[in-house]
């Protein structure tokens, strides 16, 4: 709405409306073409050409897995249930691997998950994780047997993953004095910022 009737007044803000219409122009063709000012949040019908969150969902959901009493045992997963972006691979060939694409600098990841294991209610259940690049375990979860059912070991925290790593790993632990099963076992990454 115009703030005068003089034609110079009018001239003035008829041209700043334009840069105003300019700047929400260019925001909007940002988000659909491939403007270098607006790299990570390209959109072409509706659709994230690089997605803002890059993730990956894997599991073993179809076979049981055997966790010999007092040792650490890699889960190896069975199902690609999800992945976005292309932060990660995943591939049944190399099971109990997460593979991560290398970057330059260390990266954020939000790692959770659970592993379920056959009712027993003697010993510990933990979860750690394993990268390619230490192969030394860090653990993220333990928990106490669960008498009269299935113990559900949940984990959830972020890890910093270095420039040279290069794949992740989820590994198990139980010490109910034999061998028990884990028949579920999930992992979901969330690659979430540069550290």
């Known amino acids: 709405m115009a703030f ?4 110079d007044q009018l001239a003035k803000e008829l041209s700043w409306l334009r840069q105003e219409f300019d ?3 260019s925001m909007v063709n940002g988000l659909t073409t491939p403007d270098v000012t ?26 049981i897995l055997e ?10 997963f069975n199902n690609l249930a999800l992945r976005n972006g292309n932060a990660y691979s995943f591939s049944t060939l190399l099971s109990s691997f997460v593979s991560l694409k290398k970057y330059d600098n ?22 750690s994780v394993s990268t390619a690049s230490t192969a030394s375990l ?5 928990l106490p047997a669960t008498s009269g059912g299935d113990t559900i070991v949940p984990f959830s925290f972020p890890f910093v993953m270095g420039s040279s790593s290069t ?5 198990a ?23």
């Open 4 to 7: 005068s009737t003089e034609v």
């Open 23 to 25: 700047g929400v122009k």
């Open 38 to 63: 607006f790299r990570t949040i390209k959109a072409d019908f509706g659709e994230f050409l690089q997605p803002p969150l890059d993730s990956i969902v894997v599991n073993r959901v179809t076979t």
């Open 67 to 76: 966790i010999p009493n007092g040792s650490w045992t890699i889960v190896n």
């Open 106 to 127: 260390s990266h954020i990841h939000w790692v959770s998950g659970r592993v379920i294991f056959d009712p027993s209610s003697v010993g510990l259940r933990g979860v």
């Open 138 to 142: 860090v653990a993220v979860a333990q």
């Open 167 to 171: 794949a992740i790993s989820l590994v």
């Open 173 to 195: 632990y139980q010490n109910s004095g034999s061998t028990l099963n884990i028949f579920r076992a999930d992992l979901c990454i969330v690659r979430i910022g540069v550290a």
